[in-house]
């Protein structure tokens, strides 16, 4: 394998480089931080200049890297590939609250594949060994090709906190028809099985040196890295403000670990869990002998506005589908909330590569 040297200014920082491997995945190997966020050429926050040296721009999406930013030596570091020895320039900010971790490979065993909601599951996979990641990070796994198709790559944001550093959970919802969930974990993968996963990455984590109320707000599975960022703040007390849990689904059935957040949010008065239902009212709870107070009822945008007449001060944190994750930054930024103090992390699969996937540069992802 042909290896070039990348190197990364303005720290003058020098990574080897298979000419097979992206310049994000070398450098975040090695130790040397990039911003990423997605990792597969939807988002655009890996973009950097490139000051010298041939690449491969590889599957970065035409709205991602447009073709005059093609025509300005700009790319994308988590598709671009080396053809020659490379210098880019990045802004190498790291959030100080942010462990960096390098990115290594590693070998689980799944312990634990069970349905947990409507079309999800709970994967929980114990590590070779541990890892050390940031609440709100995701891995990164090797789904096998089945019937003679190439392996890809699909990400999953780890559920449990940093503590729990060789036993991770995930949190998968079926995409009809997707490669990883439709045709893997929701089909033939089982307990017992080996699975190959990297990481970790990303960089929507908890901004553990705060103290701002965090208003974490979750669609379907976007509730994953959400849960690890509560555990972490609650149970290694690694948070000092306070903390309110917006998770929104169709039904009460669309929705899960009701009854440990409940839990969590008896234990702690610093946490507040507001499940939201879209699609079920107060009367269909009732009438299955529930508690219609133990609900929120509407969008989670609608429960947000209901609850909340300013914002300001707080700190946001966003995840989920991306349609639902701007709708949730419009809302906090009508309650006063500065873009700066909005985290976003979007669920972009394939099917985002062919649209507008970076919806707003203001937004840190
Ligand atoms: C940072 C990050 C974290 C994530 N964390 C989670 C998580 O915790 N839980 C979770 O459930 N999901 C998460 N996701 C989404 C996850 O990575 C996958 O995208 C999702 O699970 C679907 O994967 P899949 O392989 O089943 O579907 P894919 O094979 O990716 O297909 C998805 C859809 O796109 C269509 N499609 C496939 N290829 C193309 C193409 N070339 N052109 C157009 N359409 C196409 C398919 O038909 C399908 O409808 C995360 C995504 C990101 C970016
Ligand atoms: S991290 Fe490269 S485009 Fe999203």
Redesign the pocket.
Known sequence: MTTHTITVEPVGREVECDEDQTILDACLRAGVWLPH????GTCATCKVDKLDGEVDLGEASSFALMDFERDEGKLLTCCARPRGDVTIEADLDVDEDMEVHPVEDYTGTVVVLEDIAQDTKRLVVELDREVGFNAGQ?MKFT?PGADGAEPCD????I?SPPGESSRLE????N?????????WVFSTLATGDEVRLSGP??RFVLKTGDDKHAILVGG??GV??LKSMVRHALEAGEYEGDLTLYAGGRTRAHLYDVDVFRALADEYDEFTYRPCLSDETPEQVEADGEDPDDYAFGMVTDVIEADHAKLSGCRGYLCGPPQMVDAALKTLMSRRLFPRDIFR???????D??STGLKSPLIKR
Do not use: L, M
């Open positions: 966020s997605c990792t597969h995701y789904v699909r990400t999953w944001s559920g995930f949190h998968i919802r995409v009809p028809g997707g490669r990883g969930t439709d045709g990455y990303g379907g599975t994953a890295p992390e979007d669920f972009f699969d394939e099917s590569k062919n």
